[in-house]
């Protein structure tokens, strides 16, 4: 069971030095990929330029630009929510950078009240990711929100 309360304290910890985004996340990403069981890739991808551009990440190689509305990553920027796939074989449109991805959560992350950027998580396993994690990335990610300068 991933301790979401202690890495939203560590990543706040992590902050106080520097808080621009860039550092930030990337000590996020790692921090989810070395405390997250059955995981292959968690990151970041970045508003810009109206699409989202990959970020700090912990994983193999990634897509470097996801149009909004398209897959897993796109649709929870689009529609604001997060995203909780228990097979991303299921879901229209999924976007494979990894064919060993199964699941997938993805987490809108604000400033000024607008999307910003999105944390992405992926897992070889099916139904990998649950409420809990939901709720524990959520919070994990209104952290983020507090602690992190995007200027």
């Given at each position: 069971?991933?301790?979401?309360?202690?890495?939203?304290?560590?990543?706040?910890?992590?902050?106080?030095?520097e808080?621009?985004?860039?550092?930030?996340?990337?000590?996020?990403?790692?921090?989810l990929?070395?405390?997250?069981?059955?995981?292959?890739?968690?990151?970041?991808?970045?508003?810009?330029?109206?699409?989202?551009?990959?970020?700090?990440?912990?994983?193999?190689?990634?897509?470097?630009?996801?149009?909004?509305?398209?897959?897993?990553?796109?649709?929870?920027?689009?529609?604001?929510?997060t995203?909780?796939?228990?097979?991303?074989?299921?879901?229209?449109?999924?976007?494979?950078?990894?064919?060993?991805?199964?699941?997938?959560?993805?987490?809108?992350?604000?400033?000024?009240g607008?999307?910003?950027?999105?944390?992405?998580?992926?897992?070889?396993?099916?139904?990998?990711?649950?409420?809990?994690?939901?709720?524990?990335?959520e919070e994990?990610?209104?952290?983020?929100?507090?602690?992190?300068?995007?200027?």
């Open positions: 069971m991933t301790d979401y309360k202690l890495l939203a304290a560590q990543i706040r910890s992590l902050a106080e030095d808080p621009h985004y860039i550092p930030v996340l990337s000590n996020a990403s790692a921090l990929y070395e405390n997250m069981e059955d995981l292959n890739w968690a990151g970041f991808y970045i508003m810009n330029k109206g699409s989202l551009m990959l970020g700090p990440f912990q994983g193999k190689v990634a897509c470097i630009r996801i149009e909004l509305g398209k897959g897993v990553c796109g649709t929870a920027a689009q529609k604001d929510e995203q909780l796939v228990k097979d991303v074989h299921q879901f229209p449109g999924h976007i494979a950078c990894d064919s060993a991805s199964n699941s997938e959560i993805v987490v809108p992350i604000h400033k000024d607008k999307v910003v950027a999105v944390l992405d998580i992926d897992s070889p396993s099916l139904s990998r990711f649950d409420e809990q994690d939901k709720a524990g990335l994990f990610v209104k952290t983020l929100e507090e602690v992190m300068d995007f200027e």
